[in-house]
């Protein structure tokens, strides 16, 4: 009975908080940065975390509410808006609808162009709800948790985020991730260092002395490569297109629940999961739904359940990036790590201590996670018709004034010409990185978590009197490091040809005894 009545205490908290943000000028931001979001994620080379970039710095100097509402707005239209081209043009407008394109522009192409889009707008809806429940859920636990790291865990912690982003975003060797994400760290440490004020790497620079800003680097790192490549290219408008119902019916919706309730999980999951992102998940739920379907032979041809998966799992993505982010300070997704960077900008440090330093901030913004959810879901199915026509507008015309924007945002931080060097400096060097298939998130986690790491390894080192075993025999550090030497083990060529001889005895000695089953 305790539990219920804490759990109606909690409901009632929530119901007064958002009907406290529902004031005129909320709602205009609210819709206005979802409709915004929802066209950067339909424009096939604006992407959610751009908008988040670009929105983070002209929401300096207003109040927190409106800010995180037109951030998490965005946010949530732009991972929406991506399944727009897909399933129209077969252009993911972001990477996080690559998966919906495999069987929504069949769909389209079959004169179900409406019913993909009703089912995608509504599955993301459901997905971004299951989300933010799980963030509700299992944020205190995270915190209560966390609260037992002390600055030799924190640092370990810290390390593991970095080394699970480059591992797992590297499209072909492992080690460029982790190359990335030390370049990252390398360029954290840029300044004075924050326990004895001890510059590094400034060149005897006053305006490296405070360090670098982590704002422009996550819009050079992102922005900047993303308008050289989509100039570098030729896009045609795209062709007119007739919609007809979008409004899903009931019966498919319920016929697709169980695919909609795995998908969302599957999406929390990897968000969680420091620096992966909308895109992974959307492909992991795509093949689960795929393997466990009774006719996969059909996928790619335009199934519905497939649309679902892929939805649902990138919009759950969201809210299960936003766990580690809030509770541990480490980004989930690249977009989580421009939030990460908006908080700092308005004066709230995530991590363990969040809820005191700032009590019911996480209650706060779950509910407006939710009214960014529906604004999504009330947007899509009224202004399809009309959104659809952006995509008649070549992407290259939009990236001047992405430049422009990319310019403003970074020198309006602080008024310092700096900011611009370094945003540009950064912006090339992603570009060249990305060109040579080396994956850009590590690299900005790195810059994130690499001041939490040098510090608590100085005042770990200080605290210990340069005793360096504490970190090796804690009982959370040993766990941690058990967990880094694994990710780290199992990517070793080694290692992974002796998986490989292990799987294939397993499944051939598996194979065998089903063949003399029959026999017997």
């Not at 599957?266 to 739920?285: K, L, R, T």
């Not at 880094?484 to 040809?497: G, H």
């Amino acid at each position: 009975m305790e539990l219920i009545g804490m759990a109606l205490e909690r409901t009632g908290e929530f119901a007064l908080i958002v009907l406290s943000l529902l004031t005129l000028k909320n709602v205009l931001v609210l819709f206005g940065a979802t409709i915004l979001g929802i066209v950067f994620g339909a424009m096939p080379g604006l992407t959610a975390t751009l908008g988040v970039a670009l929105l983070t710095t002209l929401t300096y100097g207003i109040d927190q509410d409106t800010a995180f509402i037109a951030l998490l707005s965005i946010y949530v239209g732009a991972v929406y808006g991506g399944s727009y081209s897909a399933i129209l043009l077969n252009i993911p407008g972001t990477a996080a609808a690559a998966a919906t394109a495999v069987d929504g522009y069949p769909l389209a192409q079959k004169g179900e162009a409406g019913r993909a889009l009703g089912m995608t707008t509504t599955a993301s809806l459901v997905g971004t709800v299951f989300g933010l429940l799980c963030l509700v859920m299992v944020a205190p636990f995270i915190i209560e948790l966390a609260l037992e790291f002390t600055t030799f865990e924190k640092f370990w912690l810290a390390m593991f985020g970095i080394i699970i982003s480059g591992t797992l975003t590297s499209r072909d060797l492992v080690y460029k991730g982790w190359i990335a994400g030390l370049i990252g760290l390398w360029l954290s440490t840029i300044g004075q260092e924050q326990l004895q004020t001890f510059p590094r790497y400034t060149q005897d620079l006053p305006a490296l002395q405070g360090g670098i800003e982590i704002v422009p680097v996550l819009i050079g790192a992102f922005g900047i490569p993303q308008i050289i490549k989509t100039l570098g290219q030729r896009v045609e408008a795209a062709r007119e297109v007739v919609l007809h119902r979008i409004v899903p019916e009931i019966r498919t919706i319920v016929r697709n629940l169980h695919h909609i309730l795995r998908s969302s999980s599957i999406g929390v999951f990897i968000g969680s999961i420091p620096g992966i992102g909308e895109d992974i998940a959307g492909w992991v739920s795509y093949g689960v739904a795929r393997n466990t379907s009774s006719h996969p032979e059909t996928f790619g041809t335009g199934e519905v359940q497939a649309v679902v998966s892929t939805e649902c799992a990138n919009n759950a993505c969201i809210g299960g990036a936003l766990i580690p982010l809030l509770t541990l300070g480490i980004p989930g997704s690249p977009p989580a790590a421009m939030l990460l960077g908006a908080l700092m900008l308005h004066n709230v440090t995530p991590g363990p201590m969040i809820e005191f330093e700032n009590p019911g901030f996480i209650l706060g913004f779950t509910a407006i996670l939710l009214l960014a959810a529906f604004a999504m879901w009330a947007s899509g199915m009224l202004l399809a018709r009309q959104v659809v026509k952006v995509l008649r507008v070549p992407p290259a015309l939009f990236m001047p004034v992405i430049g422009l924007l990319c310019v403003i945002g970074s020198y309006a931080l602080g008024l310092q010409l700096v900011n611009l060097y370094l945003m540009v400096i950064v912006g090339v060097a992603a570009y060249f990185l990305a060109e040579m298939e080396y994956p850009i998130a590590p690299l900005v986690i790195g810059v994130i978590l690499g001041p939490m790491a040098d510090e608590n390894l100085r005042r770990g080192l200080m605290v210990a009197r340069g005793d360096v075993s504490e970190f090796f025999t804690r009982p959370w550090c040993i766990g941690l490091l058990a967990v880094i030497f694994f990710v780290v083990a199992t990517q070793l060529p080694a290692v992974r040809r002796l998986q490989h001889r292990t799987w294939r005895r397993l499944t051939g000695g598996a194979a065998e005894r089903r063949q003399q089953t029959p026999g017997e």
